[in-house]
């Protein structure tokens, strides 16, 4: 958006002015957050995500029957954070104005986060935060989630299909062909970043089993030898993309779908069994309450419960050993820790939200069961969760065995992005400038990475600059922090020219051993009188997305309350990717690293 | 410049105002091995706290609120504890119950030697009539019924040695059960955590050695150490403080065999049938039986006000008196010779439950339980 014009565009070179704004902090909360009663002890509950509705409704049961522990009542709060976000800000240090606030009870999707926390804590030297004899809410499987004719496809429901099958499928040039489905085109593999998401730790975890032929006792002495090596990569060479939640896909997928194309989008993906009944009931992101629901989906997803074993989420309430949880609060999180795993009312809430109750006490029934493409019977066995310094070696490997990425980051750098992100804050590019700079760090030697800005009356009449020419991160990294540093709002946006040029650029350079993608970070509505042609973008994308075979992922950020985010979300569904909301300016660093787990 | 030294101000005060942000709540991370679960409550406000083991819970809250109920001047308030924790914290003087519900009188033993070993009197009073022999309950294995089919047919008693082979085959299938049910997995409580974790050892101990009450020497012998470790290695942990609720809530998929208290899975086998319907799980009688003596004692000493020694003695001896009632009512078994089952439990016979059990052993003298924890320690890295 305009703001300053005519400042020249020599002044996109500057330099060495903001170094010092990289340690500037967002303010502000990730969550909106009600106040605790004066009598009562708060108690704050990091969650992920999948089960956000469902803890809040318990919240708001429990907090109405005021439950006293340590002579006071006790008030919870519950705040969303993805199960790797969260263990990574812990153990690298919880930030309140980045982080929310400091959770009394952290409830992951997985116990095995707990084990990854307190085996990183331990290599600093730090005692444990997540005890072991913790309390679990309730349990969900995690599965391999197909539209319903491939898993036919495959033999299902009678055979028995394990993850050996779909990873033989996925690394199979022949794809879909070879199971006389050439229509389907390749099979794709989706998955999930596993320093994020639950379902893609257990994911990578589910590899490495398949790769050594195991079902228990997975060492880290079996991670190393190249074979296995060779195998892990094999499977991450089949991904399209990953990301920060499975959600991203179902919601992909469900769009797809609704326009015909479900079975071209995606193959498989594993996820959460619970997830598989919210995309069938037309609610892919699992924001309905239990009685609400959504348009189905044309084509159903059944749940695949792997032959070989599979990983239980089992949603543990962890009453962190953490400093700043003191005793009284302990006692009040212990409190509502007892309520929600003993209560026959809340534990019946888990299954109507889908999940397996932790108390035995609830029997298993709908919605789980045939009529969801669920199986209350199954999983007939599990494979044993690794202990936690293979866990944490499985991550570092994935760091090397990971698909490589080749992005390009495309900035609007227009004269909004001057204004002040928070009253009497740093601005949105400062911000900005911050968010790209930590992000940074998750790039790593072998992946490639450019940047380009854009706002109009650039030199010669351009709307966009390439700064740095996209190239290896070993290098490049440092030339990004560098341009990005010295940056400085101008004109007005150009968002269309701009992000066809980034396409047509990336396409030009397609590798197909890469995950190629643009991450479009903008705040404003395209203002450029000579295009103004926002039908011929999309459409563009859209044709050039399901007939080629390069194609090139663009993840916008819609940054800031002005941002045009409705057409911002068209880029992205154009081109198969997703979305990123920082309409609340203060959040792109939390949400530029979502952004960036995609890679 | 001006602009960019501005902005440098600007920055900087904002990473001061980042740090001011991370406001964070200390304090001190010391934990108690007893949650207070109930409070008696009492118009006269004076309670006194009985500590009693997880497995008997629900036997203890009976007790407590009938003596509430009849208005006493000190109440009696509930809170729950592992006795082989307890043990230690009494022991060592971090816990100070009037009233203590253990899983073994041995528990006593136990907290009155890490009591002497650090100078000080013994912390339970274990004299003639001062300990009350409430209920007992052995440990036994439960198994997924069809799991259970398949070991009955393969062992000629399903039992310590019988899970300890199964789990050292390739897996079910290779002993004549599922390809999809893959290993054999075990689960029993933590014996660095759970009384139910430790006697479980004990019974192992006593298997290995063949004969009832293992003597220490087996604690020497290599091969229990071998053998622990085979079985430690089948096993899966599984979450929470009663390892057979969390058996029944995870289903055969994740443990297809569990020990534990015998009344802990009694009161599990209505459960398994609902959640893995029809026949939910059997219980088996390992080949050497441990059976728990639930016992209650007093921690009365010299500083305790009259009152409130008055009103501990006076639970206790109305536990004694209610002994059999409440155990019949809780899924345990008399405390007297035989220990024969009555109530809840006497109707499990169908799933396995016996109605008398003919041979057993006590639990072990603290020197053993003790060297039973260090091995698993050892074992468990």
Avoid at chain 1, 41 to 67: C, H, M, Q, Y
Avoid at chain 1, 485 to 513: E, I, K, V
Wanted: glycine share 10%.
């Amino acid at each position: 958006m305009r703001r300053r014009p005519g400042v020249h565009a020599a002044a996109l070179v500057m330099v060495a002015l903001l170094p010092a704004c990289a340690g500037v902090k967002a303010r502000g909360s990730p969550t909106t957050r009600s106040a605790i009663p004066s009598d009562c002890t708060g108690v704050d509950i990091a969650a992920s995500p999948e089960k956000i509705t469902l803890l809040e409704d318990v919240a708001r049961t429990f907090n109405g029957k005021r439950v006293q522990a340590g002579g006071k009542c006790v008030f919870v709060r519950v705040s969303k954070k993805s199960s790797g976000a969260a263990e990574q800000s812990l153990s690298q240090g919880w930030e309140e104005s980045r982080d929310g606030p400091s959770p009394n009870i952290w409830s992951p999707a997985g116990g095995a986060w707990g084990s990854v926390l307190d085996q990183h804590l331990s290599e600093k030297g730090e005692g444990e935060y997540a005890p072991t004899d913790y309390k679990a809410l309730m349990l969900t499987p995690l599965v391999i989630a197909m539209p319903r004719p491939m898993a036919e496809a495959l033999g299902w429901p009678q055979a028995e299909i394990g993850y050996a099958d779909v990873i033989a499928l996925a690394r199979d040039p022949a794809g879909w062909a070879a199971k006389g489905h050439p229509e389907w085109r390749p099979f794709k593999l989706r998955k999930t970043n596993p320093n994020f998401s639950t379902s893609g730790l257990n994911a990578t975890i589910t590899t490495y089993y398949a790769a050594t032929g195991k079902v228990r006792g997975l060492s880290s002495d079996d991670l190393g030898s190249p074979t296995v090596r060779d195998f892990v990569a094999g499977v991450e060479q089949s991904v399209v993309h990953y990301g920060d939640t499975t959600l991203t896909f179902l919601s992909n997928l469900y769009r797809e779908d609704q326009r015909g194309r479900g079975l071209t989008y995606i193959s498989a993906v594993t996820v959460e069994e619970k997830s598989i009944l919210d995309y069938n009931k037309g609610d892919p992101e699992g924001k309905l309450r239990p009685d609400q629901s959504g348009t189905k989906p044309r084509v159903p997803l059944v749940a695949i419960y792997p032959k070989e074993g599979t990983l239980f989420s089992d949603n543990p309430l962890f009453v962190l050993d953490a400093p700043w949880n003191d005793d009284a609060h302990k006692t009040a999180a212990r409190a509502f820790v007892d309520y929600v795993t003993s209560d026959r009312g809340a534990q019946s809430q888990t299954l109507q939200y889908g999940f397996r109750p932790g108390s035995p006490d609830v029997a298993l029934g709908a919605p789980i069961d045939a009529d969801n493409g669920l199986d209350p019977k199954k999983p007939s066995t599990v494979l044993e969760v690794p202990r936690p310094a293979t866990l944490a070696r499985i991550l570092d490997l994935w760091e090397q065995t990971r698909k490589r990425a080749r992005v390009l980051l495309l900035l609007d750098v227009s004269g909004s992005m001057g204004d002040e992100a928070v009253a009497r804050g740093p601005t949105k590019l400062d911000l900005a400038k911050q968010a790209i700079t930590e992000g940074l760090q998750r790039f790593s030697p072998g992946d490639q990475l450019g940047l380009w800005v854009f706002t109009t009356d650039l030199t010669g009449g351009a709307d966009y600059l390439e700064l740095v020419p996209v190239g290896d991160a070993a290098s490049t990294s440092e030339q990004v922090r560098g341009r990005v540093a010295g940056l400085t709002p101008l004109n007005g946006t150009p968002l269309y020219t701009a992000t066809l040029a980034a396409y047509r650029g990336m396409q030009s350079g397609y590798d197909p051993q890469r995950i190629n993608a643009i991450v479009v970070l903008s705040d404003g509505r395209n203002e450029d009188r000579r295009n103004d042609d926002r039908a011929g973008l999309l459409q563009a994308l859209a044709t050039t997305t399901k007939e080629t075979q390069a194609p090139v992922r663009i993840f916008p950020i819609s940054y800031g309350k002005d941002a045009d985010q409705p057409t911002l979300r068209s880029i992205a569904e154009a081109t198969d990717a997703a979305l990123y909301d920082a309409s609340d300016a203060a959040t792109i660093v939390t949400v530029f690293q979502a952004v960036v787990s995609n890679f | 410049m001006r602009s960019r030294l501005l902005a440098l101000v600007v920055a900087v005060a904002l990473i001061g105002g980042g740090v001011a942000l991370r406001s964070r709540r200390n304090a001190g991370s010391s934990t108690s091995p007893v949650d207070s679960t109930s409070s008696g409550g009492h118009a006269s406000g004076k309670t006194i706290d009985l500590l009693c083991a997880r497995e008997a819970e629900a036997l203890c809250r009976d007790a407590v609120d009938s003596f509430n109920a009849k208005k006493p001047k000190v109440a009696v308030s509930l809170s729950l504890g592992d006795s082989s924790q307890a043990a230690l914290d009494i022991g060592g003087g971090k816990a100070r119950p009037l009233l203590w519900l253990a899983s073994s009188a041995q528990f006593f033993s136990l907290a009155n030697a890490g009591a002497r070993d650090r100078g000080s009197r013994e912390a339970v009073a274990t004299g003639a009539g001062d300990v009350v022999a409430v209920a007992s309950t052995p440990i036994v294995l439960g198994v997924w019924s069809d799991r259970a089919a398949v070991l009955s047919a393969h062992c000629a008693s399903v039992g310590v040695r019988c899970v300890h082979d199964a789990a050292g085959e390739s897996g079910w299938k290779a002993i004549g059960g599922q390809e999809a049910w893959g290993p054999v997995k075990l689960t029993f409580a933590d014996a660095l955590r759970a009384a139910d974790g430790l006697l479980t050892l004990a019974a192992i101990a006593d298997t290995f050695a063949d004969r009832a009450d293992a003597e220490s020497t087996v604690l020497d012998d290599p091969r229990f150490h071998d053998f622990v470790r085979d079985l430690e290695k089948a096993r899966t942990a599984l979450p929470g403080d009663d390892i057979a609720a969390a058996f029944v809530a995870n289903g055969p998929a994740r443990a297809d065999a569990v020990f534990s208290f015998e009344s802990s899975l009694a009161a599990q086998l209505d459960n398994g049938k609902r959640r893995y319907p029809p026949d939910g799980l059997k219980l088996f009688y390992p080949e050497r039986l441990i059976v728990a003596d639930i016992s209650l004692a007093t921690l009365v000493d010299d500083t305790t006000p009259s009152d409130e020694r008055s009103a501990a003695i006076q639970f206790r001896d109305q536990m004694a008196r209610s002994a059999a009632g409440l155990a019949a009512a809780h899924g345990f078994r008399s405390a007297g010779a035989g220990n024969a089952a009555g109530g809840a439990l006497a109707a499990h016979a169908a799933e396995g439950v016996l109605p008398d059990l003919a041979s057993s052993s006590p639990v072990p003298e603290p020197a053993m339980l003790d060297g039973l924890q260090r091995l698993w320690k050892e074992v468990t890295g």
